[in-house]
């Protein structure tokens, strides 16, 4: 069983930062990949980085709408991934999922609100 607890979400202003971090109860990233996502009131779940296993290289994707101004980024010390938001914008307001997937299995955070106000 993984736990993943995620934080940092918040009200921000166009423009504006935010960082949010997802917290693993166990060390699963030699195996597991991890990856944010986001999903907005009516619309699916969509996602926003990922980040590859360290035994698949720690390789990052980003969706098309956050390249450039996203980050994800780990602390393998900390069991912890961080998505630094920069530039945001309106359209970025959603609850932010964690997830991992892999040999540990798949696993959801209960996510984090974000809200850009315009």
């Known amino acids: 069983q993984v736990q993943l607890v995620e934080s940092g979400g918040g009200l921000v202003q166009a423009g504006g930062s935010l960082r949010l971090s997802c917290a693993a109860s166990?060390?699963?990233?030699?195996?597991?990949?991890m990856g944010w996502y986001r999903q907005a009131p009516g619309k699916q779940r969509e996602l926003v980085a990922g980040i590859s296993s360290l035994g698949s290289g720690g390789m990052t994707n980003y969706a098309d709408f956050v390249k450039g101004r996203f980050t994800i980024s780990r602390d393998n010390a900390k069991n912890t991934v961080y998505l630094q938001m920069n530039s945001l914008k309106p359209e970025d307001t959603a609850v932010y999922y964690c997830?991992?997937?892999?040999?540990?299995?798949?696993?959801w955070g209960q996510g984090t609100q974000v809200t850009v106000s315009s």
């Open positions: 997830n991992t997937v892999g040999p540990w299995g798949n696993y």
């Open positions: 166990r060390s699963i990233f030699r195996l597991n990949a």
